[in-house]
């Protein structure tokens, strides 16, 4: 966590889903179709 923190760890982010979509990111990790992280945003889940 110290070199994230600090900046000197960035990750490389491939794609980003709604928490919606997760099927859809299961399906593409699934697929090794991504080339870096992939990001299952939950900020409007449960709304």
């Known amino acids: 966590m110290p070199l994230f923190a600090s900046g000197q760890l ?11 979509r997760i099927a859809d990111a299961h399906i ?3 697929a090794n179709a991504n080339t870096g992280k992939i ?4 900020s409007s889940a449960g709304d």
């Open 28 to 30: 593409a990790m699934g």
């Open 10 to 20: 960035k990750p490389i982010i491939d794609s980003r889903y709604p928490f919606d």
């Open 39 to 42: 990001l299952i945003d939950i």
